[in-house]
């Protein structure tokens, strides 16, 4: 790997605002942010079709099932816009100013800490890029949505992106290809989310 995506692969970026401290140890990469609260819920732009919707449940579900403290608990659409601060946890697409200068992206998360420099989140949005083919029924020409959900879930939590080539099945690796399927929860990543917020 030399670090450059090929063409039919596209990075799925997160924003971080703490600088780079790893854990060569763990399958999984944590630098210490977190909510405080057990229970984050989230709102989807509307209009989100019943597909989309269930896309993100599950993917919710998905993290709610590892076996940690921590729920994601899904609620009523909104038409506050993703990406922007307003103290309210979105998903959904936009013209985000990110896409312009990173348009291999398809999509990104961006959370706010409590205060600058403080370890607790108070805010995660995840922005889907328009300009890409998304699909919920495993088109191969689109990029899966439920796979990009629990990829970006996992920034909420405060899972960073993995990079090595021998972690392709975990759902934390930063690259998606068109029309693959990571919707499962691997072993690493379930094992990050325990170790944040603690076994149930
Ligand atoms: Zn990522």
Redesign the pocket.
Known sequence: MNGTPSKITKV???ISFLALIDNQCLAFDYKGLHWNNRIVSFYLWNPPSAAVIQAHNKSAATWNNAGANFYFLPESTTSNIPGVRDFKNVIGGANDPYFQENPDAAAFTRCWPTSVGSTIWSECDTVMNMNDPISTSGDPNAYDLESISV?EFG?WLRLG?LYSTGVPGNVMF?SLSLGEIRRILDIDSRNGIIHIYGPR
């Open positions: 799925i970026f997160f990829h920034h992106d930063w």
